[in-house]
Structure formats: C-alpha cells, structure tokens
C-alpha cells in the first residue's frame, strides 16, 4: 500500500518535471528580452537578403558561382522555417518596424509566411538545374513573396 | 483566299507592316488614339495622383480629403472630379493650364506647392489638354474640401507670392538637343509628370527645393518618411544600381536587394508607373541613372548583419 503511494507521488512529481522541462524548451523566444529578440531576428531577415542578392549576383552574371546557387536558396529556405519563431508577443516594441497586426491578424500573417516558405522551397529545388531563366523567374517569385509579409506588417521607414 | 504559296513580296510587304506596327506601337502606346486615352496614360506617368484619393477601400477615386502631414502643417487635397460645385467640373481647360503651369487657381489665388505644379509646369500644352479631358472623364464625385491646417507663417496664402517670386519658374521643358531621345524622354517623364525632385530633393526653411541637393533624398519627406537619395553615388545613393534596376523597381516596386518599397513611393508604382511601356520606364530609369552623384546620407546605415552588443 504506502509503496503503491510512493510511486504515484513519484510519477506525479516526475511528470510535472518533465512538464515543466518541455515548457522551458518549447516555449522558446517567449521569455527573452524583446530587444535581444529583434535584433536577431534583424539578423535573420539581412542573412536572407544576403542571400537572395547573391542568387541574383550569379543569375546577372556578375560573378560565375553557379554551383553556390544551391546553397544560397537552401540556406534561404531554412531560414524561412525560423519566421514564425522569432515574432514572440511583445516583440513589436522597440526599435523595429514590426506591426501589432502580425498578432492581430495572426492567420493572415502565417499565410504570409507560409508563401514565402513554399516559394523558397521551389527555388530550392530548381537551383541546381542550370536554368537561369527559370531560377530568375522564380527569384522574382520569391521577392514578390518578401513583400507579401513586408506591404501589411511591416511599418515605413521613419525618421521616428 | 490566300494563296497557296504567297509570293515573296506578300511576305517583304507583311514584314514592312509588322515592323512599322512595331515601331508604331511604342509611340502610340503613348499616345494613344484619342485624348482621354492619351489623358489617362499621363495621369499614370504623373504616379495616379495618389495624393487625391482618401486612404481606405471605399474613398471615392481623385475626391480628395486625403491628409498630408508636413513639416509646414497638414494639408488636405481636393477634390479633382468633374463634379460642378465641390470639384473643378465648372473648369474651363484655361483655368486648368493655369493651375498646372501656374499654380493659381481660378479666381488667382495661389496654390501651396505641395501640389507639385513646379514640376507639371514643365508638362507641354498638349498634355496638359489631353490630362484635362482625362480628368473630365472619371465619375464626378460630390465631397467638399477641407481647409488645410498649416503652422503660422505657411497658412498666410498670400505670402506665396514672395515664394514664386524667389524660386518659381513657369513654363514647359525644352528638350536639351545634346542628349540622345531617350535621355529626353526620361527627363520629361521623371522631372515633368513623374515629378520624382518633388519628394527626392530636400526643401529648404520656405518649402523650395535644394537644388544642390538634387534627388538626393530627404529626412523630412511627405508624410514624415525617409525619402532616399537616388543619384548615383555609390556610398549614400544609387550608385550600385543598373539602368535596369531603376527601370525594374518602377515597375515592381523591388529593390536589386528583392526589399519593396513600401508609402508613397509604393502607391506612385502600384497607381501610377508600372501602368508605363517599358520603354518609358527605361527611358526614366536612363535619366535618373545619370544624375550627378551627389553625398548624402538620409537613412540610417543599417547594420544588415549586425551582431548583439
């Protein structure tokens, strides 16, 4: 009997541990300093500029590195499988152009998102073909796909 | 019936007719074959004239009450409908060339030059005609306008005269007989109707534009945005860009960096220049390109890739 209790009380205490572990982990960006969080995230969204510019350095012509388009649009593409992370709630104050909408309007923000992912996936995919008309192409795609977050969540630039 | 092998000069003669066509097509593009058409066209090398139209989805097209901030105060645009008595339905085409090229209304009162007429000036008579029937044509909507809510001394209309006086110069642009066709066209798209020095250059104390800061952007823009620099030097302007990435951005609103644009800017692309030939975009972009660079820093140099403290 008092062993049975024993190991109830230990299950109990184990589970909420582990509990409390998985909320610690999972909950990732929740608890950060919301000024630490948007200069991260200003680093990600400049690596993926970074980026695409130099896919479109290569499709120009202006330098011969097609065999690094590949590694430009997968990192790309792994860094749009970040996105929806680094938007934690509190994280539009500061010195950022976020828009309170990204939370107010959270589905139409991860449909953003989510095109953006999908387009990047696709030029992924095609970037090793050779085909500078089609990776233009869908460089251009994937731009458009920039803006589809920027034009509703992200303010103009001001001088304040 | 055709035959069934045509001649060789049924095929020299279809080839003439393609390429005159083709040709053809870049001017009449432009020109269109009827004066509204044409009207309209310029109204869209003039960036759709944004600035009249009240923000949000239902504001009736051109009736005006759109806000402006400034750092002269806030103005609100009128309506530019062709309704008789809140619009200028009741305008006869001298009064409308006399707006444009003048800057004065009806009754001879001068206008802020926050309505751009310093560049539209430079628009040719026929244009301007041809803006007007444009003008006549879109539904005349009833909205009365509101006066606009400048700071002391900017609300004393009257003061515009010393303004005009100081810095205003009527007429239309001469073509610059040195400079290839295209460069020509380009001027008088971008400086004439596009009127991209209106928010590119800086103004100085009394609203005029510092002309030796020409195209090379602003702090204090319309609306309180960053205007950028757009002449090509390399540090604080364009001057990485290529003709085509002018000509691309006019009809994208995409930087080479695949960064939109975003504000008024956007609105003059999405209302306005990506409704423009090809052609004219390049020939836009060809001007912009040779601007004499000019050094000087409007936007924050963002550290793209910059690292926590």
Redesign the interface.
Known sequence: MKFRKFRLAGSIIGLALAAAIVAAAGGAGAADDPA?VI??R??VM??M??H??AI?GIVKGKVSYASHIAAHARAMHAMSNLLLDIFPEGSDIGKTRAKPEIWSQRAKFEDAVAAFRSESGKLALIADSGDMAAIGAQ??V???T??GC??PF?K????? | MLPARPPISWWLAALAIALANAGAAAVAMAAGDNAVARGAYLFRAAGGCACHTASGPDAAFLAGGRALKTPFGTFYAPNITPDPETGIGGWNDADFIRAMREGRRPDGAHYYPVFPYPAFTLIRDADLGDLKAYLDSVPPVRRPNRKHDLSVPYGWRFLLWVWKWLDFTPGPLATDPSRSATWNRGAYLARALGHCDQCHTPRGPLGGLDRDLGYAGTRDGPGGEIVPNITPDPSTGIGDWGVDDIATLLETGMKPDFDDVQGLMDEAIAQGYRYLSDADRVAIAVYIHDLPPIVHRVARATAKSGGFD
Request: proline share 0%; net charge positive.
């Open positions: 630490n200069k991260y200003r680093i400049g690596s500029s970074n695409i510019s479109a460089l251009k994937v731009g458009k920039c803006g920027h034009k992200r103009k630039k001001k001088k304040n």
